[in-house]
């Protein structure tokens, strides 16, 4: 039997079909996902009991009823930034770099896209203000997610900003409301348990970047480049100029190594080629280590860096 064929009704010059999903690799350094061992398990199960014994009757409406950068000459739409632990780079925007953004969108009449989803993943867990907070005269939207503090699977965020672009926003909202029990199980889980969970957390993240750090410092040497990022999820690293990640990727994902390849996650590619972003959130100390390992051995192969490995010198092989 021919099964049906849906590409003739398809729009021309949509993205090509994903690819099927084969799991994940075996050292897995893409995408954005947290550690498995600071989900709060235990404190999301009470939650969801206490607020679905309390509250479960209200699931039978939709929604959750509330009973309770420039080219010269042109202007841009919007300004969209992370200013508070930046993907990739994990930068934080001083204070002062934030009034001049400020300043500046406010005389051109652009606003701002603030997305600040990293913003509680501070080490010390001092964030500094947000651009919304700061901003005197609107202007400002600002996106929070539950996906980089609590667990990215719960599909929980927010909008910060004045009702009549919310409106706006809402009324673009075509898919019949947001889950409402996921809001309901954070709504309980949060009020308690917020403020402990988090720096639990960041403490945790903190050990796997420390662990990332040594194993690159110990398997490229001085051919891994990087800045100590001061909070969240990724640490942006530059190689040497001779490596392409993306060229990388194939090999290393045969070795079990998935990597993010710096020109997808760069404006100029041409800064990016050499450069990757690695996850080290929910990999263990010991996937960091011996993924750190393969991938240098797999970028000695191919590319013949990094040459020296603990200050040995390495022979790239045929
Ligand atoms: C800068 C940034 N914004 C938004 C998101 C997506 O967040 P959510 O899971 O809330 O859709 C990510 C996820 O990795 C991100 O890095």
């Known amino acids: 039997m021919t099964s049906f064929d849906f590409a003739p009704l398809l729009a021309p010059g949509l993205p090509p079909p994903a690819s099927k999903w084969t799991g994940f690799a075996k050292y897995n350094f893409t995408g954005g996902h947290n550690d498995a061992d600071h989900v709060p398990v235990d404190e999301l199960l009470k939650a969801a009991t206490d607020v679905l014994a309390r509250e479960g009757r209200n699931l039978a409406t939709y929604g959750l009823a509330s009973g309770n950068l420039k080219r ?11 200013p508070t632990v930046q993907n990739p ?30 913003a509680d993943l501070i080490w010390d867990g001092r964030r500094p203000p947000a651009l919304y907070a700061m901003s005197r005269h609107g ?28 409106a706006r926003m809402l009324a673009l909202k075509n898919d019949a409301g947001s889950g409402a029990l996921e809001q309901m199980v954070l709504g309980e889980f949060c009020a308690p348990h917020f403020d402990a ?33 001061k909070g969240g999820i990724f640490l942006w690293v530059k190689l040497p100029d001779a490596v392409d990640t993306q060229k990388l990727f194939q090999p290393a994902l045969v070795a079990g190594v998935a990597i993010n390849p710096g020109a997808e996650w760069s404006t100029d590619p041409g800064h990016g080629k050499s ?12 996937t960091i280590r011996a993924g750190v390992a393969t991938l240098a051995e797999v970028c000695r192969r ?4 990094p040459d020296r490995i603990a200050n040995v010198a390495q ?3 045929a």
């Open 72 to 82: 010269r000459g042109a202007r841009p739409k919007y300004i969209y930034t992370i």
């Open 89 to 118: 780079t994990g930068t934080i925007m001083s204070e002062t770099r934030r009034h001049e953004l400020l300043r500046l969108a406010a005389a051109h009449g652009v606003p701002i896209f603030e997305d600040d989803c990293y």
């Open 139 to 166: 202007g400002v939207i600002h996106i929070g997610s539950f996906s980089k503090s609590i667990a990215p699977a719960l599909r929980v965020g927010y909008i910060v900003a004045e009702w009549d672009v919310l």
């Open 197 to 229: 969970h988090v720096p639990r957390l960041t403490r945790g993240l903190r050990a796997k970047l420390e662990t990332l750090m040594d194993a690159l410092n110990e398997h490229f040497g001085t051919a891994a480049e990087f800045d100590d990022p």
């Open 275 to 286: 450069r990757t972003r690695l996850c080290f959130a929910n990999p263990s100390h010991e």
């Open 302 to 305: 191919e590319f013949g860096v």
């Open 315 to 317: 022979r790239a092989r």
